[in-house]
């Protein structure tokens, strides 16, 4: 008998070591480069990678054979030799021949920012709506990319994005495998499209059983802080991760700002800069909570050190979903980073703003600026009505008390006299024109 129990082997996947290549092009500032580059270290930690290094190439265009041109190339299989990595990820987009060509003269897997950020949102999908948002967006990435010397789907699926590939049928003896996989993708992709359809037909069901209520929509770039902030203002136990895409799911919840004042609050996924096409099409049904709402609270993390090139992108997607005019409060967070103590002189440079309020959703600070400028835009959302409505409409009273102010009431025989505020969407939804009292 031994006298020690063996060693339980690891069942951990090893993490893959990653080498990144930004490539700064004619007409970039030097700091976009870095900036670009330094994100991607973030995403690839996101993705639970290994950064093993770091190459920057100045060039005036892409070269249309390896994107940073042959000699670049061969500079990078050494590195990739030198440092044990398994893959190279590119800070720009590829097209599926100057992949396939970095991986043939190279020998490493080859991946560029938007595979990257595919993955990530793979990893971070949780609820069947999201992960059929992110499986459709990997297809319509990964059908171009298709090669033959990548075999058979299954094995570039990452996250089981593709199923049933044993109920393919062949169509001939002439038909390659590469046929059938593309054949596969794009039935698939139809499939997950009639689905995503549906979903939408239920989430705008599911809004208009809250147009009653005046809707803000949390938007902004990823890591700005929105979760953090709807954890604040709500109290609900929502996911906070100091981390890219932390969720993935819009969340709804109520706050209640006092005053018998209530909003319905919408944490929207964060946006990136250059976000993936096809991602940001399979999201779009998330993304009409935000569409739909009364106000959106641009949220934005005023510690890091280009905050306006971020803002810039997430008015930019804003423009993209035609929202440039919607009603928008700026809400500069994370001051508490800036200079420890010095937050009220911080939101003081943001007080004269019309559209603006600046706090920490971490530490509270400006939370009731924020609340009050909440209640001062639901109110502006607000009609006051006077109505003459039957005793016997005792649901529709209740209703009235429920989510507006009673400014004055008055009973006249059978008949309840009021005069009441509520949100202007109340008015339609419970036809009150009929009830209006005359005069």
Same mark, same amino acid.
């Given at each position: ?16 070591h ?88 190279? #020998? *490493? /897997? ?5 595979? !990257?950020?595919l $993955?990530?949102?793979?990893? +971070?999908? %949780?609820t &069947? ?14 059908l ?13 699926a990452?996250?089981?994005a593709?199923?049933?590939?044993g109920?393919? #049928? *062949? /169509? ?5 495998? !590469?046929?059938t $996989?593309?054949?596969?993708? +794009?039935? %698939?992709? &139809?499939?997950l ?9 239920q989430?705008a ?11 803000v ?5 990823t890591?700005a ?6 954890r ?5 136990d ?15 919840r109520?706050v209640?700002l ?8 919408t944490?929207?996924?964060?946006f990136?800069?250059?976000l993936?096409?096809?991602l ?20 934005i ?12 992108t997430?008015?930019?997607v804003?423009?993209q ?47 009731d ?45 059978n008949e ?14 419970l ?9």
């Amino acid at each position: 008998m031994p006298d020690h129990e063996p060693l339980a082997r690891s069942t951990a996947v090893p993490r893959q070591h990653a080498l990144l290549v930004g490539v700064a092009l004619a007409g970039m500032e030097p700091w976009e480069a870095e900036d670009s580059l330094e994100e991607l270290g973030r995403l690839t930690h996101t993705a639970t990678l290994i950064e093993v290094g770091r190459l920057v190439q100045h060039r005036r265009g892409p070269d249309a054979t390896f994107y940073v041109g042959r000699g670049k190339a061969e500079e990078l299989k050494r590195l990739a030799g030198e440092r044990d990595a398994d893959l190279l990820i590119f800070d720009n987009d590829l097209s599926p021949a100057q992949m396939r060509n970095l991986e043939q003269l190279t #020998g *490493v /897997r080859i991946l560029d920012r938007s595979g !990257l950020i595919l $993955d990530i949102f793979a990893r +971070r999908a %949780r609820t &069947r709506t999201a992960q059929i948002q992110v499986e459709l967006a990997q297809l319509h990435y990964l059908l171009p990319r298709l090669t033959r010397q990548w075999t058979h789907l299954s094995r570039q699926a990452g996250g089981g994005a593709i199923r049933g590939m044993g109920a393919v #049928g *062949v /169509r001939g003896p002439g038909e390659t495998q !590469l046929e059938t $996989d593309r054949r596969t993708i +794009r039935r %698939r992709i &139809r499939e997950l499209e009639d689905r995503l359809e549906r979903i939408g037909t239920q989430l705008a069901t599911s809004r208009q059983g809250r147009t009653g209520q005046f809707r803000v929509a949390l938007v902004g770039y990823t890591n700005a802080g929105k979760s953090t902030l709807m954890r604040a203002l709500s109290g609900a136990d929502v996911l906070v991760e100091d981390q890219l895409f932390a969720t993935l799911d819009s969340t709804t919840r109520q706050v209640d700002l006092g005053g018998r004042q209530q909003v319905l609050l919408t944490d929207t996924v964060g946006f990136i800069k250059r976000l993936p096409h096809h991602l940001f099409a399979s999201f779009h049904a998330t993304l009409e909570e935000a569409v739909e709402a009364d106000l959106l609270l641009h949220v934005i993390d005023l510690s890091f050190s280009r905050w306006e090139s971020q803002a810039e992108t997430v008015d930019g997607v804003l423009r993209q979903l035609g929202l440039e005019d919607h009603p928008t409060l700026r809400v500069y967070n994370k001051i508490d980073r800036i200079g420890p103590g010095e937050e009220a002189q911080v939101a003081a440079a943001f007080a004269d703003q019309a559209n603006a309020v600046a706090l920490s959703a971490a530490t509270g600070f400006g939370l009731d600026g924020l609340r009050q400028r909440l209640t001062a835009e639901a109110q502006r959302h607000a009609v006051t009505l006077t109505l003459q409505v039957p005793q016997s409409e005792g649901r529709l009273l209740a209703l009235l008390a429920a989510q507006g102010t009673i400014v004055s009431r008055e009973f006249h025989d059978n008949e309840v006299r009021l005069q009441v505020s509520l949100n202007r969407t109340w008015v339609t939804r419970l036809e009150l024109d009929r009830f209006r009292a005359p005069g």
